[in-house]
């Protein structure tokens, strides 16, 4: 029998996105679309999903699966970078009579937009998993379809509706664990930086919302600015299942606010230790709500990695971009961090026309404290405001935003911001420079030869240091 829903996470082409700097990119699993099919498939929803890139599937092998399934709805989890691919599967769905719902960030942030294309019939706005859930119980009552909280879709005329939108979900452990089940768990990769690289590895969510004010995050649209956290006990019975049952040796906690609740990490590593689970464990980081102590407590249960936004090393950019961080602070919570023995990740931008400033100058600050701060890993991307945050509105209004194609919104091989005295190919060099000046330091080589491990970990680097260095 036929399933009545198809979820499908379409093909990133990440070699388009990174070039040949994918090899140093993991693989991660759709967040929300595992949580979305736990949720339909607890509440009798018969469904499949398809994650694409770790099965190494096409845009025409998912064309071929969708001809052969013919499900009654498709739904597609959509980024500003995966537009165009989207509405390529999305046209072969409408060809066998499935509707099309898109969902995720990019259509939750410019529905009208979206909503303008022909085979697209319906996007859920942020969460989906009530809405989603009342569509597919109203598949045949087209009215009371069109009065779901968080929908929007097109009337008969073309026009288009934005119904009114729903609650969050306050209580997240009301939420049935994700669908791991649904999954490849064994194709999944972290970044190359991890130390380690143990296999199986999974990224997981623990929260939803952010309190912090970042101008160029679109992350409230979908969640919120309310912090809204899985309970210690939530966060340690999903570990425990992803262990035990998936046989998961490396976690990776992805969601922005992980550490913001210092009593919630400290009883997660507790539960690791107690349990004496043999887990490597990363997670993402804020400079201003580290301590040593906690750092301490996190390397004991197995924390390998931390990545930390730095963004810039120019004051002026960090409080241009609301970061509410110091350089100073960022130093005190890198010196921390180091001396607890957990290896550092660091994020950092370049290329904002914002605030006016000798823009050279301004990038230089940035590499120079890379260089500063010598972390295990440093990855540097040109700014890319995506549609949803402040600062794609800015630029938009101050005409810094060259509208490229979605699919130039990849932060690494073209630059969809104007930014005044320099062509999009200058900035280019400048990012391919930054990295080959960053890691051919004889700094930095010591100090990564002394924390190889094994001559696998060895050619591994060699193999991401060859695609960078050619980029």
Same mark, same amino acid.
Do not use: C, E, Q, T
């Given at each position: 029998m036929n399933k009545k829903l198809l979820l499908i996470n379409p093909p990133w082409r990440l070699k388009e996105i990174y070039g040949k700097r994918v090899i140093a990119h993991?693989?991660? =699993? =759709?967040? &929300?679309? $595992?949580? /979305? #099919?736990s949720y339909l498939r607890e509440k009798g929803i018969d469904l499949d999903l398809i994650? #694409?890139?770790p099965l190494g599937y096409s845009v025409e092998d998912i064309k071929k699966i969708i001809l052969e399934k013919r499900p009654e709805v498709v739904g597609l989890t959509v980024t500003t970078s995966t537009f165009k691919i989207a509405y390529d599967i999305a046209k072969v769905a409408k060809e066998t009579g499935s509707k099309v719902v898109f969902g995720g960030v990019h259509p939750t942030t410019v529905p009208k937009d979206v909503l303008k294309y022909d085979n697209v019939d319906y996007i859920i706005l942020g969460e989906g998993e009530e809405a989603f859930y009342e569509f597919m119980q109203n598949l045949e009552n087209e009215e009371k379809i069109k009065e779901i909280k968080n929908l929007a879709y097109k @009337?008969?005329?073309?026009? $288009?509706?934005?119904?009114e939108k729903r609650p969050y979900i306050e209580d997240l452990d009301s939420l049935p664990l994700p669908a791991w089940d649904l999954l490849p768990i064994n194709k999944y990769k972290p970044y190359a930086g991890q130390p380690s690289q143990k296999l199986p590895f999974i990224s997981v969510f623990t929260s939803r919302g952010c309190p912090f004010d970042c101008l160029y995050c679109e992350t409230k649209i979908m969640c919120g600015k309310k912090p809204r956290l899985h309970s210690a006990e939530r966060v340690c019975e999903e570990i425990g299942? /992803?262990?035990n049952k998936f046989k998961v040796r490396n976690i990776m906690f992805f969601d922005d606010i992980f550490i913001i609740n210092r009593e919630r990490v400290m009883k997660v590593c507790d539960y690791i230790l107690d349990n004496k /689970? @043999? !887990?490597t464990w990363s997670c993402l &980081?804020? $400079?201003n709500y580290v301590d040593l102590e !906690? !750092?301490? @407590?996190?390397? @004991?249960s197995g924390c390998e990695i931390i990545s930390y936004g730095i963004e810039s090393g120019d004051q002026d950019v960090l409080n241009f971009y609301r970061r509410n961080t110091s350089l100073d602070q960022i130093r005190k919570a890198i010196k921390l961090t180091k001396k607890a023995g957990i290896a550092i990740r660091a994020f950092f931008m370049i290329g904002s026309p914002l605030p006016k400033r000798d823009i050279r100058k301004s990038i230089k600050k940035t590499i120079d404290f890379a260089k500063e701060l010598n972390t295990d890993s440093m990855y540097l991307s040109i700014l890319t405001p995506f549609p949803g945050s402040e600062m794609y509105d800015l630029f938009i209004k101050e005409n810094f935003i060259d509208k490229s194609e979605w699919l130039d919104f990849t932060m690494f091989k073209k630059s969809i911001v104007k930014v005044p005295g320099l062509s999009q190919e200058e900035l280019a060099q400048i990012l391919n420079d930054a990295y080959r000046e960053y890691y051919l330091r004889p700094k930095y080589i010591f100090k990564m030869l002394g924390k190889l491990r094994s001559p696998k970990q060895l050619f591994f680097y060699l193999k991401a240091s060859i695609a960078v260095f050619s980029s």
């Open positions: 993991g693989i991660f =699993p =759709p967040h &929300g679309m $595992v949580s /979305l #099919a994650d #694409a890139d @009337k008969r005329d073309g026009s $288009v509706v934005i119904n299942i /992803l262990y /689970l @043999k !887990l &980081g804020r $400079v !906690l !750092l301490k @407590k996190m390397k @004991k």
